[in-house]
T-cell receptor, first 109, second 115 residues
Framework: GQNIDQPTEMTATEGAIVQINCTYQ??????LFWYQQHAGEAPTFLSY??LDGLEEKGRFSSFLSRSKGYSYLLLKELQMKDSASYLC??????????WGAGTKLIIKP | ETGVTQTPRHLVMGMTNKKSLKCEQH?????MYWYKQSAKKPLELMFV???????ENNSVPSRFSPECPNSSHLFLHLHTLQPEDSALYLC??????????????FGAGSRLTVL
């Protein structure tokens, strides 16, 4: 079966760095997505990786290793507003999105 | 308005009621989706419409009935629901449903409670 694993919850300190991991087992691969979802709000797109390596976008970076079935989202200089759930999703060979259950990130002052 | 708009934001209904959820997008997208989001579970895809044609129905019970009158509007008609159907129902849209870099734009969701 197809599966996406990510930690249920993480806690980090304001100003610090946090890495949220995502491992996947899917039927084929057409890219990996990260979305951010604040409580009571819509998920919003953060990043898309289809080739191995690191994609940097401001304070957020996303890494992909297709051979290891592994990705991480790196958040630097954490701010209180980064408290949210982070959803990892992989597009399989049929262009179906397979979703993880999300990682709730709690930022403490 | 821009983006994806869902109404109502909150809905409480009895098991014998009939209600509808509405979704509207002003992004010029051709694909629209209904997802179910339950606490601590992955998003569950319910229905996909691409160019107004239904392309996915992921074994969703018939008490959920989608309608897509045009590429900007999507409805989810609800009848004789069960308490386990209580969840956040998210609508999303994208340029089309059959491409790799298929970025979804989500609405804020309709929080449904079935008593």
């Amino acid at each position: 079966g197809q599966n996406i694993d990510q930690p249920t919850e993480m806690t980090a300190t304001e100003g610090a760095i946090v890495q949220i991991n995502c491992t996947y087992q899917t039927s084929g691969f057409n890219g990996l997505f990260w979305y951010q979802q604040h409580a009571g709000e819509a998920p919003t797109f953060l990043s898309y990786n289809v080739l191995d390596g690191l994609e940097e976008k401001g304070r957020f970076s996303s890494f992909l290793s297709r051979s290891k079935g592994y990705s991480y989202l790196l958040l630097k200089e954490l701010q209180m507003k980064d408290s949210a759930s982070y959803l990892c999703a992989v597009m399989d060979s049929n262009y179906q999105l397979i979703w993880g259950a999300g990682t709730k990130l709690i930022i403490k002052p | 308005e821009t983006g994806v708009t869902q109404t109502p934001r909150h809905l409480v209904m009895g098991m014998t009621n009939k209600k509808s959820l509405k979704c509207e997008q002003h992004l010029g997208h051709n694909a629209m989706y209904w997802y179910k989001q339950s606490a601590k579970k992955p998003l569950e895809l319910m229905f996909v419409y691409n160019f107004k044609e239904q392309t996915e129905n992921n074994s969703v019970p018939s008490r959920f009935s989608p309608e897509c009158p045009n590429s900007s509007h999507l409805f989810l008609h609800l009848h004789t629901l069960q308490p386990e159907d209580s969840a956040l129902y998210l609508c999303a849209s994208s340029q089309d449903s059959d491409s790799g870099a298929n970025v979804l734009t989500f609405g804020a969701g309709s929080r449904l409670t079935v008593l």
